[in-house]
């Protein structure tokens, strides 16, 4: 069973790699055919994006409380919900600190959750387990700092949120000279350990976070690295992805740990229809701002949930 969900997380990495290469290259085709300005392309492409991430995190009452009573679920729910709430709150309430507080909160748990990722893989086929500080910090920083200091982001926030623009306070040279110095001091210590495949990962995220629209670096981030890669290590946690390996079919393995987070994914958007509703503004103009308030507002339980998988992937 080892080796078939080393095929799969091999796979998954194959993918994740794909996507993002796939989506920097488009972006720069699209930029030069359509223009930078243009925000229908990049609406469309961080849509599907953020669409294929949402399911990732509607297993966590699974993966928490796998043989829990009806009730103790139901206060797990409730209490996962009403935290997602006061997030979508104080992001909406207070734009520019709880916007801050969102990305600190979500460079942390991305890096550590591909840290996790491959030190999971390290596992399954024997490698040396990679030290988290090698990794995390730039692969962290990268899908998030860097698209939100760039010269095309405050066209992009002043579509979304205007009161976003300067959210850096104009520390924009001093955030990407931090994140270039922890990229090359992290791609020496992998290289020094000769591993080249981890190096190639935090080159291809530089690549997305430099070349494409800031929304759709992170959205492609968020839906085609972060959250595949966190779903594949669900399928270790998931009865019928258990059974999928036994039987030497990793797909299904997948499958089984993406199909029950669907139902999530028309839920939010669902949500964010009604949240635009209420919060009278033009919905084309509002509705990428609003779903990305309400995946940031998630990534915090989600975030609170996934940090025991996390603690334990790392210190296998």
């Not at 309430?93 to 709880?98: A, E, K, T």
């Not at 949240?275 to 940031?296: E, H, M, N, R, Y």
Request: hydrophobic share 55%; with cysteine; net charge positive.
């Amino acid at each position: 069973m080892s080796e078939t969900k080393l095929r799969l997380f091999n796979r998954v990495r194959t993918l994740s790699s794909a996507a993002v290469a796939i989506a920097t290259v488009l972006s720069l085709l699209f930029s030069q055919w359509l223009g930078t300005n243009s925000l229908g392309w990049q609406l469309v492409l961080a849509t599907i994006a953020l669409a294929i991430g949402i399911p990732h995190g509607a297993l966590d009452h699974l993966v928490t409380l796998p043989k829990a009573a009806p009730i103790r679920m139901a206060l797990f729910v409730v209490l996962y919900v009403a935290i997602a709430l006061l997030a979508i709150y104080a992001i909406l309430r207070w734009n520019v600190w709880g916007f801050i507080f969102v990305v600190l909160m979500s460079a942390t748990h991305f890096g550590i959750g591909d840290a996790a990722f491959l030190s999971e893989k390290d596992s399954l086929d024997g490698s040396s387990r990679i030290p988290a500080w090698f990794y995390a910090p730039a692969a962290g920083l990268l899908p998030i700092a860097i698209p939100l200091v760039n010269s095309r982001s405050t066209d992009a926030l002043e579509k979304v949120n205007p009161a976003l623009i300067n959210w850096h306070n104009g520390f924009t040279t001093e955030i990407l000279i931090l994140v270039a110095v922890v990229t090359t001091l992290s791609l020496l210590a992998l290289l020094q350990r000769k591993r080249y495949r981890d190096a190639l990962d935090i080159l291809l995220l530089a690549a997305l976070a430099s070349f494409a629209p800031p929304f759709v670096a992170f959205a492609v981030y968020f839906g085609c690295w972060h959250a595949m890669r966190h779903t594949d290590r669900l399928t270790s946690l998931l009865p019928n992805s258990e059974s999928a390996y036994l039987r030497g079919r990793p797909g299904q393995a997948f499958a089984a740990a993406v199909i029950p987070g669907l139902p999530a994914l028309a839920g939010t958007f669902i949500f964010v229809i009604v949240l635009a509703g209420f919060s009278q503004q033009d919905l084309s103009d509002k509705f990428l701002w609003l779903t990305l308030v309400t995946i940031w507002a998630l990534t915090v339980p989600h975030m609170i949930v996934t940090a025991k998988l996390d603690r334990a992937a790392l210190q296998k």
